[in-house]
């Protein structure tokens, strides 16, 4: 597509259900990252997938959080036992080859905007 | 550490002002330094970029200077418009990652 997508663009769940949110990177770009953005703050980095690398999970907050990518594809970043501290907008990211951020930008998607009542 | 450091908001001008936001970060590194910009309603957007000390990153009238010494990267406008009323990030590398500063709410008033 033209650009990243994101889906749900709005989730509302109830305290302890698990949530699925939705990727789609621009068609040839390697790498894939999420971030979190809690209101009022700045964006938290996540998870990082770089081709068939090892995902670099270091920003992942607790266990509960999970992510998967297939290939050079779709992303699903997974919580679960979702928590009230959960509520955020998710935003996903992509890049053509993720060389250390050096001279790769990275482009955002619209964000999926979570709230765990 | 790797953590980024911008003014406040919200900040609030008329039209035809001069912008500056102030963005600082830690010296770890040889970082790429970024602005993003998120307009209302939409996601946000790459604004400029510089990628070694003393480039000038510049895009829509909007420019930022890579300081090495003073470990700063201030976004300056000369003459904002309403249209320009958005929340502006100002970003650092830091190995694959991209760490961001809080935002700053830029409003402008016709």
């Known amino acids: 597509g033209a650009g990243v997508s994101q889906s749900p663009s709005n989730k509302v769940t109830e305290k302890g259900k698990d949530v699925e949110l939705r990727c789609d990177p621009i068609?040839?770009?390697?790498?894939l990252y999420w971030y979190r953005q809690r209101l009022g703050q700045g964006l938290e980095f996540l998870i990082y997938?770089?081709?068939?690398?090892?995902?670099?999970k270091s920003g992942l907050p607790s266990d509960r959080f999970s992510a998967e990518r297939t290939g050079e594809s779709v992303s699903t970043l997974t919580i679960q036992r979702t928590q009230q501290e959960d509520s955020a907008v998710y935003l996903c990211?992509?890049?053509?080859?993720?060389?250390?951020?050096?001279?790769?930008?990275?482009?955002f998607g619209p964000g999926t905007r979570l709230t765990v009542l | 550490g790797n953590s980024v450091t911008q003014m406040e908001g919200p900040v609030t001008l008329s039209e035809e002002a001069f912008l500056t936001i102030n963005c600082t970060y830690t010296?770890?590194?040889?970082?790429?330094l970024f602005w993003y910009v998120q307009y209302p309603g939409e996601g946000l957007q790459l604004l400029l970029k510089a990628t070694k000390a003393d480039d000038k990153g510049s895009n829509k009238g909007f420019e930022a200077t890579y300081r090495k010494e003073t470990t700063s990267f201030h976004l300056e406008k000369g003459s904002v418009q309403v249209s320009d009323s958005a929340v502006y990030f100002c970003?650092?590398?830091?190995?694959?990652?991209?760490?961001f500063g809080a935002g700053t709410i830029l409003r402008v008033k016709s």
């Open positions: 997938f770089q081709g068939n690398s090892a995902p670099d």
């Open positions: 990211a992509s890049s053509l080859n993720g060389r250390g951020g050096q001279t790769d930008t990275q482009y």
């Open positions: 068609s040839g770009h390697t790498a």
């Open positions: 010296a770890t590194g040889y970082p790429s």
């Open positions: 970003a650092r590398s830091y190995g694959n990652k991209l760490v």
